[in-house]
């Protein structure tokens, strides 16, 4: 059965503390990994695809990576305004897959 | 990014009532859109996915003739919760997709039934 399981759950960091997200997904011939940052009360706001093991993609202080079998989303000297819940999600036929989040706080 | 409008933000409906949403892609077409529902502090729980001019795909346990769906163009796709009760208060979500590439969300609408 296709799956993406995100860990932690949630995170809590100092500012400037770096620490990496993790994405596993049992996605029979992956086409696309997407990271996605929801706040609260809003819909997901897109962040990266990945599409091949290797790949990397950057934004501000978040990095994006693809294994074969996982990503990670690393936060670089991340500051309060960071503090939201990262998604990621696989397509699966027409669907999109997606993991059930990592809230990430950070403190001041 | 693709931008993806829904409106509207927030509605306060009277139980039995009905409540339209709306979910547009305002610079692609999208060929599939989706909608979803998420609880408090709760992942995204796919309803249905809905393609152009065809009839929307319900995951199971969502009532089809409670949450009407209707993809009337490949920029426009509706949501309407039929006699809505205070259990179908929720926050709904949509998304578009243009081929297989990334989804786009709204906003979202924060449904209140009183």
């Known amino acids: 059965e296709d799956q993406v399981t995100q860990s932690p759950e949630a995170l809590r960091l100092q500012e400037g503390e770096s620490s990496s997200l993790n994405c596993s997904y049992t996605v029979s011939g992956l086409r696309g990994l997407f990271w996605y940052r929801q706040d609260p009360g809003k819909g997901p706001e897109f962040l990266f695809t990945l599409y091949s093991a290797g790949e990397e993609k950057e934004k501000e202080r978040l990095k994006a990576t693809l294994t074969k079998k996982e990503s990670f989303l690393h936060i670089t000297a991340p500051k309060p305004e960071d503090s939201a819940t990262y998604l990621c999600a696989a397509p699966n036929t027409d669907k999109l897959i997606f993991g059930t989040g990592t809230r990430l706080q950070v403190f001041p | 990014g693709a931008v993806v409008s829904q409106h509207p933000s927030r509605v306060i409906c009277k139980s039995g009532t009905s409540v339209k949403i709306e979910c547009r892609s305002l610079?692609?077409?999208?060929?599939?859109m989706f909608w979803y529902r998420q609880f408090p502090k709760k992942s995204l729980m796919l309803m249905a996915t809905?393609?152009?001019?065809?009839?929307?795909?319900?995951e199971q346990g969502v009532e089809k003739d409670k949450f009407l769906i209707n993809h009337a163009s490949l920029t426009l796709s509706t949501l309407t919760v039929t006699s809505a009760h205070p259990e179908d208060s929720s926050f709904y979500i949509c998304?578009?997709?243009?081929?297989?590439?990334?989804?786009?969300f709204g906003q979202g609408t924060r449904l209140t039934v009183v």
């Open positions: 809905s393609n152009e001019g065809s009839k929307a795909t319900y």
């Open positions: 998304s578009a997709r243009r081929g297989e590439s990334e989804a786009f």
């Open positions: 610079d692609f077409q999208a060929t599939t």
